[in-house]
Structures are given as structure tokens and as C-alpha cells.
């Protein structure tokens, strides 16, 4: 049997710890008989691309001692993620969301928590439906995003200039300022509720990563309190916000917000990392497009991408049972190198980078690409015209228990 992906909102709030700890602890014990998966999910301690070679090769597709169907093979990514009987959520689930985890050889932990399966996992059907609202409420002008941009930077860079020598965050101070606020005006916040509203997008930032790793008590608190600030949000004001544009409006601030910011911050991590690459786009801005696709290839904004099978399947050659979890490690996918020659190094003249599996059709996080790689492109612009000298300084802080997103907390850069 299996019991997962409660709503943390339907059980008492030790109910809610017990499931939260036992989760963690099958995780942690899985992890320390050495299963890479579980490793991946502890996100604690070890760097994931460590793990990715011991993964390659046959099987394609292999299943973990978690119970989860697991594949780092670009080829079999690609059709686990377009198979149409393989869902972002179990159709049963609904009927054990009050049944929370509990360690014994019955069960098998699969999703933890489910903050809205409406907008964060909604099917195919559903996405498709969605998709031109999303197309017609998220399209950001590209003159004004840069303005944003540019704006959000030279502010920060006149407080840092006089303050502290030029140094910043390039997350907190510039990538989700400017982020919050170019898609809070697309989709009609208040410019009187704008400040709670970015407090709550950086609060809500966990919801992707809290479907497979459980989050602590306090950060599943906050983070419900957070998205259920912003929904009020869409629901409070009569902007044209009918059911299915509050649900794009939803997407844009939880999902829009952490794949906008952390795809820009990946990829000037990357391109500092690779100082010819640096100074190219420097030369060539106009090559901005093709840095935000190499950093999705190679730094993701969603790492691991999990479905559920509605039947019984052939996956891959594997045969899938009906309710089982497959999850593509879509990070180390990006990195096969039977597809992508030196995989492991950022290039922006690469020819194969469109050929990544970030940000799948079919996903709900697909709605918001369009306009993350617009901001992102942006972000990298505006940072190779105004702070050509930028560099790293200090250690980049990534948030606990992210394995989905690796979500970073802390960036400190310099300008000088």
C-alpha cells in the first residue's frame, strides 16, 4: 500500500509532524545504506552530480530502495516525460490524503506534501486548457522587463557603491525584486499589496521541493501561510481575475518566481565559473538567449521531475505498475554524455543545448518558461552591460532541503 502527499492543512498539527519525521527518516535511512536516490532527496551534505555516474548505464531505468522508479538517461527522460499515462499526480491520492506516513514494511513513501494540486500539479488536460490564458496573461514586454531590470540594479548598486565596496546579493537584491515585480504586474497585484506579496513569494519558494522532500514543521508552516497570502491575494481584488487567471496568477508568483530567479543567479554562477564564457556574452550580448538555454541544461531550475503511472506500463523497456512513481533526474539527464559532448562544462556556442529536458511540456511549470527565459535573458543582459567586473564573494547558499529546486538563499556577488 501506499500513503503519501498528504495537505498539510486536513491534519492536526502532530499528525503533521509524525508524517514529516517519518518521511525524513525513511529518506535518511535509505540514504545510509547508500541508495543514490535517497542521497539525492536527503540534499544534505553531498553534491548530486557526485552521484550521477553510478547511475548511468544499463538498466536505463532502475528502481531505487525507495520504492521509485528512477532514470538519469537523456532518452529515457525525454519519453518518460511525454508519456501521457505517466501524471504529475496519483488519481487515487484523494482518497488517502488524511492517512499520514508511518514506517512499516506495508507502506511506500512516494509525494510528501501537496500544498495545491489544482496549480502545482494539474493534468495534461487541465494544462493544455490553461495554456493560452497563461500565454495571454504572461507576456511581458521586453523593453519594460529590462527597464525593471536595469532599475532594480542600479538601485542596488548605488546602496552597495557608498555602503559595503560594490558587494550585493544577487538573489535578495536583485533577481527576486526584479522577478516579484515584473510578474506581480502582469497578473494584477495591488501596488498597495506588492510588499506582502514578495514576502509571501519568497515564502512560498519550498512548494516544489516540499512534494518529495519533507520541509520541517516551521517551514511547512510558513510556507502554507505563504501560499495561502498569495491565493487571498488574487482573491481579494476584481482585476479581471476570474478562477483560471487567480490559478495562472498562482503559478506565476510560487512556481514563475522560483524558476525566474534561481535560473538567473545558475546562470551567472555558470558563467562566472567560465570566465571565456563571461567575457563572450560581455562581447556579444545579443548571445543572452543561448546562456539562459546552457543553464538550463546545465543548472536546471527543476531537478527532478516525478510522475505517477495511471496503468500498468512499459517504460523504457521497464514494466511499471499501476500507482508507481517514476522520476527523471533531469539534471543529470542534461549531462548524459552519450548526447551533450563535455557535458560538464558551460558553453554558450553549444548546438545541442535546445535538446534539454528543463521545464517539460506537459509539467505545470512549463506555463511559466516562456516568461522566465524573457526575465532571465534580461537579468543577463542588463549584468553584462552595467557590471562587467561582477564576481562571486563568498559562499553561495543553497535552502535546506531543496533537492527539486536546489533553491538558492544567499548569492553575494561584487561589482568592482
Request: glycine share 6%; charged share 25%; with cysteine.
Amino acid at each position: 500500500m501506499t500513503r503519501h502527499q498528504i495537505d498539510p492543512r486536513t491534519v492536526t498539527e502532530s499528525d503533521l509532524a509524525r508524517h514529516l519525521l517519518a518521511a525524513r527518516g525513511i529518506q535518511w535511512m535509505r540514504g545510509n545504506r547508500g541508495d543514490p536516490y535517497a542521497l539525492i532527496l536527503r540534499a544534505q551534505g553531498i553534491d548530486p552530480h557526485r552521484l550521477f555516474p553510478g547511475l548511468r548505464g544499463a538498466p536505463v531505468i532502475r528502481q531505487s530502495e525507495t520504492d521509485v522508479w528512477v532514470t538519469v538517461d537523456h532518452a529515457a527522460g525525454r519519453q518518460i516525460l511525454a508519456d501521457p499515462r505517466l501524471r504529475l499526480r496519483d488519481q487515487a491520492a484523494a482518497k488517502r490524503r488524511k492517512r499520514v506516513f508511518t514506517i512499516d514494511s506495508r507502506t511506500s513513501l512516494k509525494h510528501v506534501l501537496s500544498v495545491d494540486d489544482a496549480v502545482l500539479a494539474m493534468d495534461r488536460a487541465e494544462h493544455d486548457r490553461l495554456r493560452p490564458i497563461a500565454e495571454r496573461i504572461l507576456a511581458p514586454d521586453a523593453d519594460e522587463v529590462t527597464r525593471v531590470f536595469a532599475e532594480t540594479l542600479a538601485k542596488t548598486l548605488a546602496n552597495t557603491s557608498a555602503n559595503t565596496g560594490g558587494r550585493f546579493d544577487l538573489m535578495t537584491d536583485f533577481a527576486r525584486p526584479a522577478t516579484v515585480s515584473v510578474l506581480a504586474e502582469l497578473t494584477g497585484v495591488p501596488a498597495g499589496a506588492r510588499d506582502d506579496h514578495a514576502a509571501a513569494c519568497a515564502g512560498a519558494g519550498p512548494a516544489l521541493d516540499a512534494t518529495l522532500c519533507p520541509p520541517t514543521l516551521a517551514m511547512t508552516t510558513r510556507l502554507v501561510a505563504a501560499y495561502d497570502a498569495i491565493r487571498e491575494t488574487f482573491a481579494g481584488h476584481d482585476a479581471g481575475h476570474d478562477e483560471d487567471a487567480r490559478a495562472v496568477g498562482l503559478l506565476a508568483a510560487v512556481a514563475g518566481t522560483e524558476v525566474t530567479t534561481n535560473l538567473i543567479c545558475d546562470a551567472v554562477l555558470a558563467l562566472l565559473d567560465h570566465p571565456d564564457q563571461w567575457r563572450l556574452l560581455r562581447a556579444e550580448p545579443d548571445r543572452a538567449p543561448d546562456a539562459v538555454e546552457e543553464a538550463l541544461r546545465f543548472a536546471p531550475p527543476v531537478r527532478l521531475e516525478s510522475r505517477i503511472a495511471a496503468e500498468d506500463a512499459e517504460v523504457a523497456g521497464q514494466a511499471v505498475g499501476r500507482g508507481d512513481q517514476v522520476v527523471v533526474l533531469v539534471d543529470a539527464a542534461n549531462r548524459d554524455p552519450a548526447v551533450f559532448a563535455e557535458p560538464d562544462r558551460f558553453d554558450l556556442t553549444r548546438t545541442s543545448s535546445a535538446g534539454h529536458l528543463a521545464l517539460p511540456e506537459g509539467s505545470s511549470t512549463s506555463l511559466v518558461a516562456a516568461p522566465a527565459r524573457l526575465l532571465a535573458g534580461a537579468a543577463l543582459r542588463v549584468l553584462a552591460d552595467t557590471v562587467p567586473e561582477l564576481r562571486t564573494d563568498g559562499d553561495v547558499v543553497r535552502r535546506m532541503r531543496s533537492p527539486v529546486v536546489r533553491g538558492i538563499a544567499r548569492c553575494p556577488v561584487a561589482s568592482q
